[in-house]
């Protein structure tokens, strides 16, 4: 025991952690792209604000369509290399519900 460690915080001899490398690789996956997805969802708000509020050309329009479904297409892409659906990656937040809003149709 040291000073800096309660009695009732010292470590106990025999026991480990056990951690098996695929779930925490899982784990960390869903964590990461959950704040790419919300950063993404973000930004397509954005766009279509820009858009509503016409401050963007016809061109600049069909690009953000563009990168948007692409950046849509990637992420379904990651979700299924790491064996994730997006329910994974939309944490309960309690109270406040859901972090991914998902209001828009399958």
């Known amino acids: 025991m040291t000073a800096d460690r309660p009695a009732d915080r010292a470590p106990r001899p025999g026991r480990r952690i056990e951690v098996d490398e695929e779930s925490v690789r899982k784990s960390l996956a869903g964590l990461v792209l959950?704040?790419?997805?919300?950063?993404?969802?973000?930004?397509?708000?954005?766009a279509l604000r820009r858009v509503d509020q016409g401050g963007i050309s016809d061109e600049q329009i069909e690009k953000l369509g563009?990168?948007?479904?692409?950046?849509?297409?990637?992420?379904?892409?990651?979700?299924?290399?790491?064996?994730?659906?997006?329910?994974?990656?939309?944490?309960?937040?309690?109270?406040?519900?859901?972090?991914?809003?998902?209001?828009?149709?399958?």
Do not use: C, K, S, Y
């Open 66 to 106: 563009l990168t948007l479904m692409a950046l849509e297409r990637n992420m379904a892409e990651l979700r299924e290399h790491f064996g994730l659906t997006e329910d994974d990656l939309n944490l309960d937040l309690g109270p406040l519900g859901p972090l991914l809003p998902r209001d828009r149709a399958p």
């Open 34 to 46: 959950t704040i790419v997805e919300l950063l993404r969802q973000l930004m397509e708000r954005q």
